[in-house]
Nanobody, 124 residues
């Protein structure tokens, strides 16, 4: 069983930055791929980015490429999502998710465990 807890969301002005954290339980955290997803009101949940088990590989959605960066600290069982140059269209609930199979897919169905989400609101 893996438990994920996101934190760091809040209200920020356009052009600002936020860093989200995803803290995980479990001793095998370093074996999981972790993805970030978001869901805006009235829209489907969408892929934001992911990081491989050792952090050597990352992949991002085109909409956030160059503005967002994912990193991880396996010693702290934590993954981070650094969000810069935020836009109002980035407003959403942000979720982290773990793939125990180590999938590098952007498909939501490849992720076994999900956090409860944290709200990010970007004002114009």
């Amino acid at each position: 069983q893996v438990q994920l807890v996101e934190s760091g969301g809040g209200l920020v002005q356009a052009g600002g930055s936020l860093r989200l954290s995803c803290a995980a339980s479990g001793r095998t955290f370093s074996s999981y791929t972790v993805g970030w997803f978001r869901q805006a009101p009235g829209k489907e949940r969408e892929f934001v980015g992911l990081i491989s088990q050792n952090g050597g590989y990352t992949n991002y959605a085109d909409s956030v490429k160059g503005r967002f960066a994912i990193s991880r600290d396996n010693a702290k069982s934590t993954v981070y999502l650094q969000m810069n140059s935020l836009k109002p269209e980035d407003t959403a609930v942000y979720y982290c998710a773990a793939s125990t199979a180590g999938s590098l897919s952007s498909n939501l169905g490849r992720y076994d465990y999900w956090g409860q989400g944290t709200q990010v609101t970007v004002s114009s």
